[in-house]
């Protein structure tokens, strides 16, 4: 059958016109929901959601861009069924044999025959779908059991993004009348998978590797860039998908050594043509926040909140960074005041809040009252039975908040010294407050006092723990600022002492990692390498310890990326 005969037997579902339709209408819709439009941007989409791959993508991929805002296990589980009834409509419109052996064949056979224009957008739609799909596995599950168990999936989206950007680099390929939406599509996939493995932590790369799975982070970061400069129904994504890697991947699961001058750049455009639009407040207000403006966040996050009432839960996005606004400015009231908030209006992890609740309770001083009459030893004693699980799996922090909460199950209970300035460091606060000298000082205040009162108070079996816990927040104080030497001596005593903790090993492994970040702003790459590689070799089974994982991986990847003779190394991409 020839391209001409099949472009007639296809017209029954749909023509390149029909393509330009539905892209100009997903496009609108997009734009629609930017303007927070929310309720709008779905209904115009949903009616054809079961004729069209591009009005279900869409509405699937709006669904799931409130999901990875908001956390909110009802959306998560609402946007993986959605795209899976798009990922269903997308496959009603691919070709009828595998993506791997059509390609092969039609680039080797240096002809189009094989695949219409529409088709070539089913197999991308399709392709996206499934990333989709595992990047909500991802949001569930930060350990990755679920995305390794659900392989078949991703790789075959993988595969189909290889072989895709292989036709697009053919001198064969003829480009058709909506190529540059296809080609967006492209580097969206090929990005966001070099992107994702090259953070992965070796022993989940080694197995993906085995696979057949690779990925190198500079390649994904210019896939993205390109896909977001360019006009095309996922340039959106592209710089999406850049800002949280910008503000939020390289701070959480990395060294916090993010690009904020490239993410002020993406959002410029976006903020300057959609200057009420939601998501772009948060990303500004965190971009001001990673800056270390932290009042200026604080304007961007109020600000965000009253754009829009209809997506109540985003709300919470922004209550989550304005909790840690004041932490980082130690006012312990309005903090708790957004714990309390999002414990009451948030489903998210009602463990982590009641903790962050009763954390900020510890630091108020004696003449400062409850703001509701609540009691912080009431309030740890009953995070343990708040345990929720999203997909069979419980959250890492939630984990993390329970573990800290037994000591007060007692009926003589231990207090823990710093609760939120330890929780804040889960999160790499240091790295953010690290910015202000004036914020980091007094944060170290706060250490210091939380450590006079330690050594006046009767030792304990946990002594040595919440010593250490201290002597690891005080040096990332001392590093930020310039006072290596000390900075040094606190991450050296965590580990010299590691025989005497009892609960909280997961300290060790960070005190390493930390002091090898240290030696590598020292440009002491061997011996950080050194640190990194026993801190990942030697500890397992700790609390947050697929998240110490990633960071290690980042360390890494910093260390060995450092110029040698004019050279980078990196692993192959996927193109």
Known sequence: MTMSERAGHSAERSSPSDLNVALRECMAALDLFLNNKFSEALASLQAKTKDSMYHALTYATILEMQAMMTFDPQDILNAGNTMKEAQATCQRFRKKSTVADSINNLVHRQSLEHFTEEEIHAEICYAECLLQRAALTFL?????????????????????????????????????????????GVKLGVGAFNLTLSMFPARILRLLEFVGFSGNKEHGLLQLQEGASSYSFRSVLCTMLLLCYHTFMTFVLGTGKGNVEEAEKLLKPYLARYPKGAIFLFFAGRIETLKGNIDAAVNRYEECCEAQQYWKQFHHMCYWEL???????????????????LSKENTWSKATYIYMKAAYLSMFGPDDCSPFGDSEVELFRIVPSLKLKIAGKSLPTEKFAIRKARRYLSSNPIPLPVPPLEMMYIWNGYAVIGKCPNLTEGMLETLNEAEEALARSA??????????????????????????????????????????????HYLIPNALLELAILYLDQDRREEAIKLLEKAKQNYKNYSMETRTHFRIQAALHQAKSAPENGMHCGASAVS
């Open 140 to 184: 569930q599950d930060e350990n990755m059991v679920s995305f390794i168990k659900g392989g078949i999936k991703v790789r075959n989206s993988y595969q189909t993004y290889r072989e895709l950007d292989s036709l697009i680099q053919s001198p064969h390929y003829v480009k058709g009348e909506n190529h540059l939406h296809f080609e967006g």
């Open 323 to 341: 909790m840690w606004c004041f932490t980082y400015k130690r006012q312990w009231k309005m903090a708790f005041f957004y714990a309390d908030l």
């Open 459 to 504: 030792a304990t079996e946990l002594l040595a723990d919440d010593r250490c816990v201290i002597k690891l927040l005080k040096g990332l104080c001392f590093k930020h600022l310039g006072k290596i030497s000390e900075a040094e001596d606190h991450f050296n005593y965590i580990y010299l002492n590691e025989k005497k903790i009892k609960y909280d």
